[in-house]
């Protein structure tokens, strides 16, 4: 089972772009390291306060692809530095 999310976050306290990608690489490098994904910035580069990740896990059952997904969506929702807008999950 293939889980695909995409999630949209404004990051308020961004006041360049340089602001910005330091919150996206902590972020996407700790969710790499802690969790089972694999995780990109898929839009909004050249924007300085909003960004959208996509992370994709692998897994033997729908189940456990949504229990870990869950997980990461806690974990990145419970950063301060930003808040979420949007999420799109997909199953492959």
Do not use: G
Request: with cysteine; glycine share 0%.
């Amino acid at each position: 089972m293939i889980l695909y999310m995409e999630c949209e976050f404004f990051i308020p306290t961004a006041h360049s772009l340089k602001d910005k990608r330091a919150v996206v690489k902590s972020m996407l490098t700790r969710s790499r390291q802690k969790f089972n994904v694999s995780a990109a910035e898929i839009d909004h580069q050249n924007v300085w306060q909003r960004t959208r990740i996509a992370f994709v896990i692998v897994s033997s059952s729908k189940e456990m692809a949504d229990k870990e997904m869950a997980q990461v969506l806690y974990y990145l929702e419970s950063n301060p530095a930003w808040e979420c807008l949007e999420i799109e999950k997909e199953y492959l």
